[in-house]
């Protein structure tokens, strides 16, 4: 008898005695039992085999599945590269995709029960209608007390928050124009001035120290803002209107209610926490003022015209008033003809840097103007005149440091646009704090052909002397070819 015999034989007897142990057991437990329950036993029994029978087949079938997927799916480990040395290399941690680029959204007529409406001056003529709308633009002396009895109100409520705060503002405007588009540009602007340091202490902050990087600092700007905001509006009695978080320096914009008693209308303003902004469209607009008054009122006008056009609102990648204010600054260092430069290079301002030259260029760069003076009026129509006809947009650089018309510096990155799947170069405008930094980014696709579309069409108004209440007729979406538009809406975000 061969191995393999025996074993069978020694296995066939095992199973015989085990069937026989297992028969004689279940005999000791059912004997005690009556014919009711046997049946019942069995009937259970027949029912289990049932489903058993039906349920079996396609358990088995997933599992079996899910065994041939798991052996087709390769694992980790063995896609895992080697070194040189046969060993394994660490296998980093996946890496997470880049959120997608934020979408720009195209904006759709929507019909409101206050419709704006385009303003209506007293004064005739062309002349006699911008000289009316300038010297309602202009901030009042009781219009600057209010925005200090502001900065005192906003200071009182936050300082239960941050004990060391110390609060600006500033009117670049009149407060009476307040509504509807004045609501999301604000003329009022308030800064809340926070050590980094501190500001991380307070916000319990996990590292708080004296360097830290772009992103920790935006984080703890919107932090401060948030917390500012929410007190502002529980306890000061504020109201909240819409927040600006996506640009380069996060703010919200608040409006002071009639009923504080600041002032007889409400008062929007934009808050922020550390920008610095702000201070520069005070500064520029202040000294542009000392320098030649009619830069002032020129900036006043253009940033009007953009507020009604809609193509002033950043948040939605239109030029800021910041911006439309250098915009005129270099126009009047280079696009005017008849006078020459009505303004000096940056450098022959306060505000610049280069302290050290500041009163040798104020005094050898102060432009000579003649007897006769081009109106504020007649500067604007030069001003959309030489933006949509005489500026190069692809080979010119708006840059009030240099004061001439030349290509952007090569340190300057040009800002790429796609208009109709088409590449386009968008308004290059250097920084004049750090001339490598091209303010022009803002813009996009939507925004670009919306700015060249409203220059031309201010400047074909102005060759067919439109009235004034022509050209600042409000801008709204169209509502059978939403898609044509792209601007901002006075009450969106």
């Not at 005489?390 to 708006?398: C, H, P, T």
């Not at 579309?453 to 002397?465: G, I, K, M, N, V």
């Amino acid at each position: 008898m061969t191995f393999h015999s025996i074993r069978d034989f020694c296995s066939n007897e095992m199973n015989t005695r085990t069937a026989c142990v297992i028969f004689a057991a279940v005999l000791c437990v059912v004997a005690p039992f009556d014919i009711a329950q046997l049946l019942f036993a069995v009937i259970g029994a027949l029912a289990y085999a049932v489903l058993q029978a039906f349920s079996g087949p396609a358990n088995k079938c997933q599992f079996e599945a899910k065994q041939e997927q798991r052996k087709r799916t390769p694992t980790v480990r063995s896609a895992a590269p080697r070194q040189c040395g046969g060993l394994r290399t660490r296998q980093s941690a996946p890496t997470r995709p880049h959120p997608p680029p934020a979408v720009t959204k195209q904006d759709v007529y929507q019909p409101s029960c206050v419709p704006v409406v385009a303003p209506k001056f007293q004064s005739t003529g062309w002349e006699g209608e911008v000289a009316e709308l300038v010297s309602q633009l202009m901030p009042g002396v009781d219009e600057e007390k209010v925005v200090q009895q502001l900065v005192l109100h906003v200071k009182q409520t936050i300082q239960a928050l941050f004990p060391e705060v110390e609060v600006t503002g500033s009117a670049h405007g009149s407060l009476k124009c307040g509504k509807a588009f004045g609501v999301a540009v604000p003329e009022v602007d308030i800064v809340a001035n926070v050590n980094p340091i501190l500001l991380a202490q307070r916000l319990q902050q996990q590292r708080s120290r004296t360097q830290q990087s772009h992103a920790d600092v935006k984080k703890l700007q919107k932090s401060a803002i948030r917390m500012c905001t929410d007190r502002l509006v529980q306890s000061g009695g504020l109201k909240f209107r819409r927040s600006a978080f996506r640009g380069e320096e996060p703010r919200v914009t608040l409006l002071v209610p009639t009923s504080l008693s600041f002032f007889t209308d409400a008062i929007p303003m934009d808050f922020t926490v550390n920008a610095v902004t702000p201070f520069y469209t005070a500064a520029l607009l202040t000294e542009c003022g000392q320098i030649e008054p009619r830069a002032k009122a020129l900036m006043l006008f253009v940033k009007r015209w953009a507020k009604d056009r809609g193509i002033c609102h950043a948040s939605k990648g239109h030029l800021s008033p910041y911006l439309w204010g250098l915009l005129v600054m270099y126009f009047m260092q280079v696009g005017i003809d008849e006078e020459g430069p009505l303004l000096p290079t940056f450098e022959a301002f306060a505000i610049s840097s280069d302290s050290a030259k500041q009163s040798s260029s104020r005094k050898s760069q102060q432009p000579t103007k003649p007897s006769a003076k081009i109106s504020v009026g007649q500067l604007f129509r030069e001003f959309v005149h030489f933006y949509s006809q005489k500026f190069n947009w692809r080979n010119e650089a708006i840059s009030i440091r240099r004061g001439e018309r030349a290509p952007p510096n090569v340190s300057l990155p040009l800002h790429i646009v796609l208009c109709n799947d088409v590449s386009e170069v968008a308004l290059t405008i250097e920084d004049p704090f750090n001339a490598k930094n091209n303010l022009g980014a803002c813009m996009n696709g939507l925004t670009l052909p919306r700015l060249r579309e409203e220059l031309l069409r201010a400047s074909q108004l102005c060759t067919r002397e439109a009235t004034l209440t022509e050209l600042l007729q409000p801008w709204v979406p169209a509502e059978d070819t939403p898609e044509k538009g792209s601007g901002s809406s006075p009450d969106e975000d």
